[in-house]
T-cell receptor, first 114, second 114 residues
């Protein structure tokens, strides 16, 4: 069975500091991995995704994530946090092209301090 | 291109009342789904549909009904609302030709049951 674990329900960083949001997954077959961002009172927007190929994927707003199969991780990073990055971030996994099954993590709320 | 449209954005119900949350998409997506979002629990799948006339249960289906008479619409019905159904509800869709399994979300419907 697939599962997703996001370490840290709340993360605070200073403006300009590195953002690191952690996601570990469990899957018996190669997964598709996603990061979604939710700004206050809005729906979820796709930030980036990993399907196959290059393990370092770049997304919108300067975010990137690296798929590490050996560590079953897909951590999200951004070199320099901006106030506008304050939001809730969700990691998700689906298994196999065309599948309709998605497992979402419980979310990490990012706070950016001035 | 409107994407996924949910109505209403906000609703307050009394226990025992019924209501329908509407979801419409204009992307000709075969797959549509309903999630509920609760603090600390991430997104949980309520019901989903892989095409007109086809629906199935997700992780938390009790107390909710769905139908899919057209490709565009996927309403979620609460027949007798309970306080435990106070939540934010999201509709999401995906095309069958999307090999990357990317979901498109609506803006959400916030429901309070008193």
């Amino acid at each position: 069975a697939q599962s997703v674990t996001q370490l840290g329900s709340h993360v605070s960083v200073s403006e300009g500091a590195l953002v690191l949001l952690r996601c570990n997954y469990s899957s018996s077959v190669p997964p598709y991995l996603f990061w979604y961002v939710q700004y206050p009172n809005q729906g979820l927007q796709l930030l980036l995704k990993y399907t196959t190929g290059a393990t370092l994927v770049k997304g919108i707003n300067g975010f990137e994530a690296e798929f590490k199969k050996s560590e079953t991780s897909f951590h999200l990073t951004k070199p320099s946090a901006h106030m506008s990055d304050a939001a809730e971030y969700f990691c998700a996994v689906s298994v196999g092209s065309g599948t309709y099954k998605y497992i979402f993590g419980t979310g990490t709320r990012l706070k950016v301090l001035a | 291109n409107a994407g996924v449209t949910q109505t209403p954005k906000f609703q307050v119900l009394k226990t025992g009342q019924s209501m329908t949350l509407q979801c419409a998409q204009d992307m000709n997506h075969e797959y549509m789904s309903w999630y509920r979002q609760d603090p600390g629990m991430g997104l949980r799948l309520i019901h989903y549909s892989v095409g007109a006339g086809i629906t199935d249960q997700g992780e938390v289906p009790n107390g909710y009904n769905v139908s899919r008479s057209t490709t565009e619409d996927f309403p979620l019905r609460l027949l007798s609302a309970a306080p435990s159904q106070t939540s934010v509800y999201f509709c999401a869709s995906r095309g069958t030709d999307s090999g990357a399994n990317v979901l498109t979300f609506g803006a959400g419907s916030r429901l309070t049951v008193l």
